[in-house]
């Protein structure tokens, strides 16, 4: 079992900046990747940013060169920072876990971000 505890979301003006944080404890040690996924209202839920535990990464088009993930030292953390922020990029972004060995995901309970214009 993995318990991931997102911070860090809000409101912002356009062009302005924000850092997500997930902490993650339990069975830490089985987790292949994290990232960052986001749903707004009436769209599905997307891949916005992941890393693994090589601390590979990957962007969805829409973030690249505005959005960085990356892993804390002790390896239990992953942060995203975003910055120039757009109003679409308003959603609720949920931090995920993944454990390749039992095909499992967990999630986060997700953290509101809301760009204004």
């Known amino acids: 079992q993995v318990q991931l505890v997102e911070s860090g979301g809000g409101l912002v003006q356009a062009g302005g900046s924000l850092r997500l944080s997930c902490s993650a404890s339990g069975s830490i040690f089985s987790i292949n990747s994290m990232g960052w996924f986001r749903q707004a209202p009436g769209n599905q839920r997307e891949l916005v940013a992941a890393?693994?535990?090589?601390?590979?990464?990957t962007y969805a088009d829409s973030v690249k060169g505005r959005f960085t993930i990356s892993m804390g030292n002790a390896k239990n953390t992953v942060y995203l920072q975003m910055n120039s922020l757009k109003p679409e990029d308003t959603a609720v972004y949920y931090c995920?876990?993944?454990?390749?060995?039992?095909?499992?995901?967990?999630w986060g309970k997700g953290t509101l971000v809301t760009v204004s214009s």
């Open positions: 890393i693994t535990s090589g601390e590979g990464t």
């Open positions: 995920n876990a993944h454990i390749e060995m039992y095909g499992m995901d967990y």
